[in-house]
């Protein structure tokens, strides 16, 4: 009855393949294109970008996913993202899901296309599909084949991200597994940067599409690195329905479990990919406890782990609270500062340094001590009603800037 | 006629005088505190931080402008902030103006205090006490005065700054002149750090407050540095009416020429602020014109300089154009990718990189050439209407993280 973890990501689930490619769109050295693939068509629930600028590919993601498109791939560059490219970045997705056509003889409009990277350039069409060629040779259910991709999808990240859990619906095994890819450009507001997971879940697509956007509030979207909000970011969530599961068609139990199972892996993708944002060197969470309302609870936790101040702080374990204080402030909550209790805690213990509108005076070393561990958590008790809600970014550092200051050389 | 810049600042004005002291507040081997003094009681116009944290001395200060009570006094600190300090955070105002009255023989309640530094730690009353009483000594209307007030109140600043105006209204000769300290926190969505300016002027108050609040919006709340709001922030107007002019009472013409040499004072202030952001090596300017509306072009020009991807491409010198699209975006603004068109500008040059939702290829190196600028504009035309607006920053550096990451050490 539990769900259980396991091991791998997009390949986990029945029926799924993939593989990945060096097209040498950007990188010479290294894989960076990925595809997956499903024979069994899938239905599919997305989550793109507010942002007004959208990539070319997040317009033809969307395009299938609002008209109910059933999916066979999805097809993944990390060297240029194909936004602000015009008509031409259009045809350039075009082109690669005709090549997935030509290849493996599925429809143009069952393939999903995402980019990452350069925002201003043209991608090198020619190359991409040779890319798909080569991988469409090359497709596998192995779990090798899942992390090469979940590696190829890489920019700024230091470290490939996969998760997987299994889990029983009416008798029958049931898988979700996914990658992401993260690192800069993340903010709470939507989806974040390039996350696609698979499942052989039998589901109404409608229901997986309230279980995406649901879970998505909870996890990608609680999440920020630099506050800015990516043209290109997209989330996409495909299910074959191989698991032979009665499909899931109503909001009962069945919906429920899927529902906890997706918040699982998702809560595991965007906390790894908040702890590997842009020259982090550790996960800095806050929780919100006893807010007024969700709503503020969000938005508290959200501002605290996107100040720069604090970021800042917490990277040089310096126990400044006044800067949570001051972005708790200017969020926009509605919270009287005379209620609050704030608390540093982590591994190495649990500190209170504000109680109710009062510094205390409190033990600067332990500070440093608790601040010190690779994820650390500011909890904050608001004592004016009942909801919470976390919020997870990562420091700022040296690297973010050097990172971001030559990121295209 | 015309409005002339001069030299000084706070002390430019008729009958204001200035004086600083080194209280040992926080710093061992500075000035700390400093006064501005007139013995004419002066009507006073303010804006003070919107965050929902404020500090005491806001709270201080925002009853005194809401009430209309006339001042001879503002009482500065540069060591510690008094936010999240209770009610013994604002005793401490109390007591300061307690002390002005007690040298100075004038009311507490015609005494604003202000205070930037630390948050969350309690002020050393006795040292602002001891602070009240070697200034009141040695207050003088001198330029040079004025000028170590304006060292006195710096934090993080680099730099002191100071501007002054004269013009005349109905013969006679009228001064604005002010002083400010910014670098870290300073957000565009309200008045900035602590900026403290007087006028002999004569003027109704609240003349004075419409003619800050309207010039406030075009300078001060163009600027950011971190997209911090802090719990400080402090804009003053002191007026003493000294200059013996026809008290303004209408918006009339010479309202009009108060309001445009008001506006001098306070671009130049707010733009050195910008450029002396923490870690900052260089402003940077986005203008964007032709926009739908002024509310757009606001918002557009100040996402972009807010960006922390922008500002860390304005320090690499990277014309990595996609990162202002992409801020755009996310700003909330309504636009057309197809109808912007980008450049970069600086002493050293103009550059097209962007037409009507095509990236150009354009000259890297004179690109560079032209960002290496101390000052670099991002011009944006949205050519979709008529309004414009022009935004303040700077870069985003190493230099910021290490003065972010140790700052109470």
């Given at each position: 009855?539990?769900?259980?973890?396991?091991?791998?990501?997009?390949?986990?689930?029945?029926?799924?393949?993939?593989?990945?490619?060096?097209?040498?769109?950007?990188?010479?050295?290294?894989?960076?294109?990925?595809?997956?693939f499903?024979?069994?068509?899938?239905?599919?629930?997305?989550?793109?970008?507010?942002?007004k600028?959208?990539?070319?590919?997040v317009?033809?993601?969307?395009?299938?996913?609002?008209?109910?498109?059933?999916?066979?791939?999805?097809?993944?560059?990390?060297?240029?993202?194909?936004?602000?490219?015009?008509?031409?970045?259009?045809?350039?997705?075009?082109?690669?899901?005709?090549?997935?056509?030509?290849?493996?003889?599925?429809?143009?409009?069952?393939?999903?296309?995402?980019?990452?990277?350069?925002?201003?350039?043209?991608?090198?069409?020619?190359?991409?599909?040779?890319?798909?060629k080569?991988?469409?040779?090359?497709?596998?259910?192995?779990?090798?084949?899942?992390?090469?991709?979940?590696?190829?999808?890489?920019?700024?990240?230091?470290?490939?991200?996969?998760?997987?859990?299994?889990?029983?619906?009416?008798?029958?095994?049931?898988?979700?597994?996914g990658?992401c890819?993260?690192?800069?450009?993340?903010?709470?507001?939507?989806?974040t940067?390039?996350?696609?997971?698979?499942t052989?879940?039998?589901?109404?697509?409608?229901?997986?599409?309230?279980?995406?956007?649901?879970?998505?509030n909870?996890?990608?979207?609680?999440?920020?690195?630099?506050?800015?909000?990516?043209?290109?970011?997209?989330?996409?969530?495909?299910?074959?329905?191989?698991?032979?599961?009665?499909?899931?068609?109503?909001?009962?139990?069945?919906?429920?479990?899927?529902?906890?199972?997706?918040?699982?892996?998702?809560?595991?993708?965007?906390?790894?990919?908040?702890?590997d944002?842009?020259g982090?060197t550790?996960?800095?969470?806050?929780?919100?406890?006893?807010?007024?309302?969700?709503?503020?609870?969000?938005?508290?936790?959200?501002a605290?782990?996107?100040?720069?101040?604090?970021?800042?702080?917490?990277?040089?374990?310096?126990?400044?609270?006044?800067?949570?204080?001051?972005a708790?402030?200017?969020?926009?909550?509605?919270?009287?500062?005379?209620?609050?209790?704030?608390?540093?805690?982590?591994?190495?213990?649990?500190?209170m340094?504000?109680?109710?509108?009062?510094?205390?005076?409190?033990d600067?070393?332990?500070?440093v001590?608790i601040?010190?561990?690779?994820?650390?958590?500011?909890?904050?008790?608001?004592?004016?009603?009942?909801?919470?809600?976390?919020?997870?970014?990562?420091?700022?550092?040296?690297?973010?800037?050097k990172?971001?200051?030559?990121?295209?050389?």
């Amino acid at each position: 009855m539990d769900i259980k973890r396991i091991e791998g990501g997009v390949t986990a689930a029945k029926g799924f393949k993939a593989a990945c490619t060096a097209a040498g769109i950007k990188y010479k050295d290294r894989d960076d294109m990925a595809m997956i693939f499903s024979g069994e068509p899938c239905e599919c629930a997305g989550a793109f970008t507010r942002n007004k600028v959208k990539a070319a590919c997040v317009k033809w993601d969307r395009n299938l996913v609002s008209a109910g498109k059933k999916l066979h791939a999805v097809v993944i560059n990390s060297g240029i993202a194909n936004a602000c490219t015009g008509e031409e970045g259009y045809v350039s997705c075009r082109m690669t899901a005709e090549a997935v056509e030509g290849s493996l003889n599925v429809p143009p409009d069952s393939v999903a296309v995402a980019s990452t990277g350069v925002i201003g350039m043209q991608l090198p069409v020619e190359k991409l599909v040779q890319g798909v060629k080569d991988m469409s040779g090359k497709l596998s259910e192995s779990r090798a084949s899942g992390t090469a991709a979940s590696k190829a999808i890489m920019t700024t990240d230091t470290e490939n991200k996969e998760a997987a859990v299994r889990f029983t619906v009416g008798g029958k095994e049931v898988t979700i597994g996914g990658m992401c890819k993260g690192s800069g450009m993340i903010h709470p507001d939507m989806c974040t940067m390039l996350a696609f997971l698979t499942t052989d879940a039998a589901i109404e697509r409608e229901l997986l599409q309230k279980a995406v956007s649901g879970v998505i509030n909870e996890t990608f979207n609680m999440i920020t690195v630099d506050g800015d909000t990516s043209t290109n970011d997209t989330f996409m969530l495909l299910s074959n329905g191989l698991a032979g599961n009665e499909r899931i068609s109503s909001e009962n139990e069945d919906f429920e479990r899927f529902k906890e199972a997706l918040f699982m892996v998702c809560r595991e993708l965007a906390r790894r990919m908040a702890a590997d944002g842009e020259g982090a060197t550790k996960l800095f969470e806050a929780k919100v406890v006893n807010a007024r309302s969700k709503e503020d609870a969000r938005t508290l936790a959200k501002a605290v782990v996107g100040s720069n101040l604090s970021k800042a702080a917490i990277f040089g374990c310096d126990a400044n609270f006044g800067r949570f204080l001051c972005a708790m402030g200017y969020s926009g909550a509605d919270f009287a500062e005379e209620d609050v209790e704030l608390f540093f805690e982590s591994e190495a213990g649990k500190l209170m340094v504000f109680d109710h509108g009062v510094p205390l005076n409190f033990d600067e070393e332990k500070a440093v001590k608790i601040m010190k561990a690779d994820e650390v958590t500011v909890l904050i008790d608001m004592n004016e009603g009942t909801e919470e809600a976390t919020a997870w970014g990562c420091d700022l550092t040296y690297d973010y800037v050097k990172i971001n200051a030559d990121y295209r050389t």
